[in-house]
């Protein structure tokens, strides 16, 4: 061993000295092991020129030909606030999809966008913001309380639903290569971060460790297994400990027991929080000092720039504390090429055919599709039958908005189709079709389009809400609640039109809801005789609306959240606690189950082989067939029930499988669900632990069906 050792260090020293007579430094010799060009690096930077280099604007380094980069950068459902590119359905549409392997596709499609637009976008382009590699994007937070604004920008609120999603999102974004990133992706925001949005600088989360373990932490711990790039700290405390000077989240959950070597970035101007609304510290010099050594690598702000030489000169802080503080952006660097000859890059040759094409529009129109939910199909009127219906009126405030597609944290497109566009092309020029606002979202007395919908053989209306009104602090501008949601209803103009439209017209209404979170749709589904959720959509959602509506494609879209009756059945929004929230704690009743999701057919689930316990995992297989009348695709979902003990929850989804079947195909489908994935966390011992006793496992379309159900006991 200390024989190749030895022999690794002369190759290595041989290697840097063979650069360095060609005037080459070894930091830019990408034959060296990345580590080596990372320390090479870090002994040509002066300390100025370190401490320069810790915030988000990272400064040119002139003399070592090393020019300025932006590290902010969105890519949530598409290259975000970058100039054209794809805008795929926003994450909480997508995590309805039940698709990872689309959604790997999706993100793949974001990256090829994003490196086209790094390749011929002028030599400035890592300087301006937004137009870099490096994409703080996923959000996998959980969406525990529907009050929350942002909740549309994560995968929802199951822990496995969102990890297995966040995961096929990161591993499209960043490729396979464990040498060469194609960009990176960041995991945010770390964590139990979800509202309320007008205290999210201030508020402290207070979880026991099973809240923390199982449900907050669950889908970063994937995340960071499955090798992504980055990870965000968040603005608020959790249990006392601001999340971006905090030692049991960064040093030892994050690095010392998950072994993150990654890295970690804060959100922004976080750590001014840390003194100036916490007021877990004096000062700026004091929480950059804290900030280094808790392990975070990357400011988006500009205290670490500002302060971290003062916490030098205070003895509060080593040279060799801020060399392993640089040495994750430094590597991340290198894995993305920026020290490499571009033309070398196997990402070199992606140009502007490689954004907003025909394929990745056809990704756009396939998500979009499969994300919409059908809620509603009385008497099965969905799919129209365009001969049967050949006067259309389009209504509402949203059948035109562009809002309505796009979502938060969005590109921008010259193609966007909205649902006058696609329902438009759908039914062609031998249709007569008609269009008209109808209403507002405040006037609950003026309304239009009635009398030429009760002209019409059938009403499409598309209502429900923007981003402005649900989304980020200050972006949200409209919301009534600090970006949050007050209630779950419907704007009020929506709710009284639609009852004017059912009192004005004696043909069929078909409601389109538009909406980033759980809506009560209570208050109009007796007036209209199908509802289809979709979300916001993207810039194909016109067309995959009406590939629905026209039965070129079934719904197969299936709810990321729990839609609840009332505000009144949860906790209060502030408390973290678990204990009656989403689908896992809540026992009530609810509108619509985690899960739910109708289809244009139907299936027949039977055993293939039950379950199995065996040393490692547990495997089951079923067969599924499509009895109905239309193609479609199935999305399976397996839930775990637990043994009666304290504090466990009601149920899991621990597994799920989206299968096409043609009408009457049937197929079989295999699951394995780790043993692993049964422990629980165990309070006294601090430790997970694989509880003895019986396993429900469920086997259905939605978290209250339950096709097939059988058991395994662990002894």
């Known amino acids: 061993m200390l024989y190749r050792l030895f022999i690794c260090t002369i190759f290595i020293s041989a290697s840097i000295y063979s650069v360095a007579q060609n005037n080459t430094p070894a930091f830019r010799n990408a034959s060296l092991p990345i580590d080596a060009r990372v320390n090479n690096l870090l002994t040509q930077l002066t300390l100025e020129e370190k401490i320069s280099l810790l915030g988000y604007r990272s400064k040119a380094v002139e003399r070592l030909g090393i020019p300025a980069y932006n590290w902010w950068n969105e890519a949530l459902h598409g290259v975000a606030r970058a100039g054209d590119a794809t805008v795929f359905p926003q994450a909480i549409g997508m995590a309805a999809s039940f698709n990872n392997d689309l959604l790997y596709e999706c993100a793949a499609a974001i990256s090829t966008?994003?490196?086209?637009?790094?390749?011929?976008?002028?030599?400035?382009?890592?300087?301006?913001?937004?137009?870099?590699?490096?994409?703080?994007?996923?959000?996998?937070?959980?969406?525990?309380?529907?009050?929350?604004?942002?909740?549309?920008?994560?995968?929802?609120?199951?822990?496995?639903?969102?990890?297995?999603?966040?995961?096929?999102?990161?591993?499209?974004?960043?490729?396979?290569?464990?040498?060469?990133?194609?960009?990176?992706?960041?995991?945010?925001?770390?964590?139990?971060?979800?509202?309320?949005?007008?205290?999210?600088?201030?508020?402290?989360?207070?979880?026991?460790?099973?809240?923390?373990?199982?449900?907050?932490?669950?889908?970063?711990?994937?995340?960071?297994?499955?090798?992504?790039?980055?990870?965000?700290?968040?603005?608020?405390r959790v249990n006392d400990e601001p999340c971006c000077t905090g030692n049991t989240l960064l040093r030892s959950i994050l690095r010392n027991e998950w072994g993150f070597k990654g890295q970690l970035v804060t959100d922004c101007w976080a750590l001014e929080d840390v003194y100036a609304t916490h007021k877990a510290l004096p000062d700026a010099v004091a929480v950059a000092a804290a900030?280094?050594?808790?392990?975070?690598?990357?400011?988006?702000?500009?205290?670490?720039?500002?302060?971290?030489?003062?916490?030098?000169?205070?003895?509060?802080?080593?040279?060799?504390?801020?060399?392993?503080?640089?040495?994750?952006?430094?590597?991340?660097?290198?894995?993305?090429?920026?020290?490499?000859?571009?033309?070398?890059?196997?990402?070199?040759?992606?140009?502007?055919?490689?954004?907003?094409?025909?394929?990745?529009?056809?990704?756009?129109?396939?998500?979009?599709?499969?994300?919409?939910?059908?809620?509603?199909?009385?008497?099965?009127?969905?799919?129209?039958?365009?001969?049967?219906?050949?006067?259309?009126?389009?209504?509402?405030?949203?059948?035109?908005?562009?809002?309505?597609?796009?979502?938060?944290?969005?590109?921008?497109?010259?193609?966007?189709?909205?649902?006058?566009?696609?329902?438009?092309?759908?039914?062609?020029?031998?249709?007569?079709?008609?269009?008209?606002?109808?209403?507002?979202?405040?006037?609950?007395?003026?309304?239009?389009?009635?009398?030429?919908?009760?002209?019409?053989?059938?009403?499409?209306?598309?209502?429900?809400?923007?981003?402005?009104?649900?989304?980020?602090?200050?972006?949200?501008?409209?919301?009534?609640?600090?970006?949050?949601?007050?209630?779950?209803?419907?704007?009020?103009?929506?709710?009284?039109?639609?009852?004017?439209?059912?009192?004005?017209?004696?043909?069929?209404?078909?409601?389109?809801?538009?909406?980033?979170?759980?809506?009560?749709?209570?208050?109009?589904?007796?007036?209209?005789?199908?509802?289809?959720?979709?979300?916001?959509?993207?810039?194909?959602?016109?067309?995959?609306?009406?590939?629905?509506?026209?039965?070129?494609?079934?719904?197969?879209?299936?709810?990321?959240?729990?839609?609840?009756?009332?505000?009144?059945?949860?906790?209060?929004?502030?408390?973290?606690?678990?204990?009656?929230r989403t689908y896992r704690y809540f026992n009530g009743r609810v509108q619509y189950p985690f899960g739910f999701g109708l289809s244009y057919t139907s299936f027949d689930y039977a055993w293939a082989g039950k379950p199995v316990m065996g040393k490692d995992s547990v495997t089951f297989s079923v067969k599924i067939k499509n009895t109905g009348k239309y193609n479609a695709d199935e999305a399976t979902q397996v839930y775990i029930g637990y043994p009666e003990l304290p504090g466990m929850p009601l149920k899991e989804l621990k597994a799920f499988k989206r299968v096409p079947l043609a009408v009457n195909e049937e197929k079989t489908i295999s699951f394995s669900i780790a043993v692993s994935e049964l422990k629980k966390w165990d309070e006294a011992n601090n430790a997970w632990n694989l509880n003895k006793g019986s396993y429900i496992i469920t086997v259905g379309e939605n978290a209250d069906d339950a096709k097939l159900t059988s058991s395994v006991t662990i002894k």
């Open 113 to 236: 966008e994003a490196r086209a637009k790094y390749n011929i976008a002028p030599k400035q382009n890592g300087s301006l913001q937004y137009m870099g590699l490096t994409f703080w994007s996923p959000n996998v937070n959980i969406f525990r309380d529907p009050r929350w604004g942002r909740g549309q920008e994560t995968y929802g609120e199951d822990p496995f639903l969102t990890a297995t999603m966040g995961t096929a999102f990161v591993q499209g974004i960043q490729g396979h290569d464990s040498l060469h990133l194609k960009a990176a992706a960041c995991a945010k925001h770390f964590a139990v971060h979800s509202g309320p949005e007008s205290l999210r600088h201030a508020f402290n989360a207070i979880v026991s460790n099973t809240d923390l373990r199982e449900t907050y932490l669950y889908a970063f711990k994937k995340l960071v297994d499955a090798g992504v790039a980055s990870v965000m700290c968040a603005y608020n």
């Open 291 to 580: 900030a280094i050594k808790a392990g975070v690598n990357m400011d988006c702000s500009n205290i670490l720039q500002d302060d971290v030489m003062n916490a030098v000169k205070q003895n509060r802080l080593t040279v060799k504390e801020i060399d392993s503080s640089l040495a994750p952006t430094l590597r991340t660097e290198m894995k993305l090429g920026f020290f490499d000859d571009a033309k070398s890059s196997v990402y070199a040759g992606y140009g502007a055919d490689s954004v907003s094409n025909d394929y990745h529009r056809l990704l756009a129109r396939k998500m979009a599709a499969q994300s919409m939910v059908l809620l509603k199909n009385d008497n099965s009127i969905l799919p129209l039958d365009k001969t049967k219906y050949p006067q259309l009126m389009i209504v509402g405030p949203n059948a035109a908005s562009l809002d309505a597609l796009l979502g938060n944290y969005h590109g921008v497109t010259g193609r966007a189709v909205t649902f006058v566009d696609g329902i438009v092309h759908a039914v062609g020029p031998g249709a007569r079709v008609e269009y008209d606002m109808g209403c507002d979202y405040k006037d609950t007395t003026k309304f239009g389009g009635i009398w030429a919908a009760s002209n019409a053989d059938i009403t499409i209306a598309v209502i429900g809400l923007t981003p402005v009104y649900e989304g980020e602090e200050g972006d949200a501008f409209l919301s009534d609640n600090g970006a949050d949601k007050k209630n779950l209803s419907l704007p009020a103009a929506h709710i009284a039109y639609i009852k004017a439209l059912r009192k004005g017209t004696k043909t069929p209404i078909i409601a389109v809801i538009n909406s980033g979170s759980a809506i009560d749709v209570s208050s109009i589904a007796d007036y209209v005789d199908a509802i289809i959720l979709a979300w916001y959509p993207g810039e194909e959602g016109g067309n995959a609306l009406a590939d629905i509506l026209f039965g070129k494609v079934s719904p197969s879209g299936h709810l990321p959240v729990t839609f609840y009756n009332s505000f009144d059945d949860l906790p209060d929004y502030s408390s973290y606690a678990m204990k009656g």
